[in-house]
């Protein structure tokens, strides 16, 4: 019988939730619910320095947003609590006690500076840099006259020579690193915290995590930590390591691609729905091509067709997906959606030319009678048609009702004009607007006392 299947989010607080990191955390999520088994949020706060409550509460919130649920975790405990690596440093500590009782550890008194120094040496010799073992056979008066000389050292692992470390990546297949291309890396910090490296490893081997699932950038910290593991005689966790997430030019998703955080996306008004939907195409092939909702998703996932190449994010895509979602929410669920209360009318009018809720703007002021003030391109326009074009809209307006083509047909006759002359000016008026959504269904909400202001306002103003 197999172990059920754990998986994992474990993000540092350091800044806003990416877009990069949602997406590995939702094929964990969707891993963990399509086999029944768990998934766990464990924040990895060691390093007090960039860690921030504030960065904290907010990736939790963006989370539950999204619709994403944990079994264990910070805010709701757990079997294996506490689930903020902060809080943990008392089991790290008995851990690095046993490593260095079997001199599998040893303290490093280097200074950055004799790091930087050691580093440009080898780079220069051709070598790729790498931590030199400087302390590695300190003798115990050599460390004692650096503890009085008040050094305080981080804790080194010694890698083990001429190893070879191998495993099963269940996206990239099997791997195998050899141990002298690794130098010895920091499990403690000088402050007595854990290393991303250690605590990382220790927390999923003891999580009972089974399947870890993460970017392509953590490929070459796996061995490392492998090696971690074995010393300590703990159970390995299986590990994949997804493509990252680029922009449309290749590079990785950065800043300049513009909206890169969940908070972005969510403050520009893109539906939940719609981030999922395109995080789950991006580098991962399903049998769905159709719009999924969170629920159905799980059933759909196959974490066998993830992909190593690098995914791309594609907000064309994700406009898409925003459709789709827009398509499959109830008039209410629009209308609450786009604070429109229960116009069913309006409702019905505007989410066929909605996409954020931004885009319903124009037409809720047109409905509403709140018109921004004229831009020069329409004042320019209304001069172009003259006070009297305004005067017979105005009067037609009064016999044509809501009915649009009535009072189009009726101003053609009156006035001679046809076309963009027509319409143009009879627009700019009602919507305040050079460009927008289609008029005739627009004009049957407008109410024709409201709608003949309007046209008033252009017959007596200059
Ligand atoms: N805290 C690490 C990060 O945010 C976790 C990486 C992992 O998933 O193992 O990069
Ligand atoms: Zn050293």
């Known amino acids: 019988m197999s172990l059920p299947v754990v998986t994992r989010f474990a993000p540092s607080p350091t800044g806003a939730l990416h877009l990069g990191n949602v997406r590995t955390a939702f094929f964990s999520y969707l891993w963990a619910r399509m086999t029944g088994g768990r998934f766990i949020l464990r924040i990895e706060d060691t390093d007090v320095d ?17 619709g994403l649920d944990w079994d264990e975790g910070p805010d709701i405990g757990g079997p294996n609590a506490p689930y903020s690596q902060a809080e943990r440093g008392a089991f790290y500590r008995g851990l690095f006690a046993q490593l260095e009782a079997e001199g599998r550890c040893y303290p490093c008194y280097c200074s950055a500076e ?50 070879v470390i191998e495993f099963v990546d269940s996206v990239h297949g099997p791997q195998r690193f050899q141990s002298d291309d690794i130098g010895d890396f920091i499990v403690r910090r000088d402050d007595g915290s854990s290393s991303f490296f250690f605590c ?17 950038d953590h490929l070459t910290n796996t061995p490392r930590q492998l090696m971690v593991l074995d010393a300590l005689g703990m159970r390995r966790p299986g590990y994949g390591h997804v493509g990252l997430l680029v922009g449309a030019d290749g590079a990785p998703l950065s800043k300049r ?7 972005e996306f ?33 059933a759909h996932f196959r974490p066998e067709h993830l992909g190593r190449a690098a995914a791309r994010f594609d907000e064309s895509q994700l406009t ?42 124009v037409w809720v002021a047109a409905v509403r009678g709140e018109l921004p003030p004229l831009g020069d391109d329409e004042r320019r326009v209304v001069e172009a ?11 037609a307006t009064v016999e044509a009702g809501t009915d649009f083509k009535q009072l189009t047909k009726l101003l053609k006759e009156r006035t001679g004009r046809k076309g963009a002359d027509l319409f143009m000016p009879l627009r700019v008026a009602l919507t305040g607007q050079l460009h927008g959504p289609e008029l005739a269904p627009l004009f049957k909400l407008i109410q024709p006392e409201m709608a003949r202001r309007r046209f008033e306002l252009h017959a007596q103003n200059p």
């Open 50 to 66: 960039r860690s921030e409550q504030r960065f904290r509460d907010a990736l939790i919130a963006e989370l539950r947003w999204l």
């Open 320 to 361: 898409h997906w925003q459709k789709e979602t827009l398509a499959h929410m109830s008039t209410a669920e629009i209308g609450s959606w786009l604070g429109l209360g229960d116009n069913a009318e309006l409702i019905e009018l505007v989410r066929h030319n909605v996409v954020l809720p931004a885009d319903a703007g």
């Open 114 to 163: 004799d790091l930087e120094l050691s580093r440009k040496l080898q780079r220069m010799a051709g070598k790729p840099p790498r931590y030199a073992g400087t302390c590695r056979s300190l003798s115990r008066a050599e460390r004692a006259e650096r503890e009085a000389r008040g050094l305080r050292p981080t804790l080194r692992f010694a890698v083990p020579a001429d190893a």
């Open 257 to 263: 691609h513009g909206s890169t955080s969940v908070n």
């Open 385 to 395: 048609a003259g006070r009297e074009f305004f005067t017979a809209a105005a009067a």
């Open 200 to 216: 990382n490893a220790v927390d999923d081997s003891v999580m009972d995590v089974t399947q870890v699932l993460r970017g392509d």
């Open 266 to 298: 969510r403050t520009r008004g893109f539906l939940s729905a719609a981030l999922l939907n395109h995080l789950f195409h991006l580098g991962h092939t399903s049998d769905a091509e159709a719009w999924l909702s969170v629920a159905e998703m799980p």
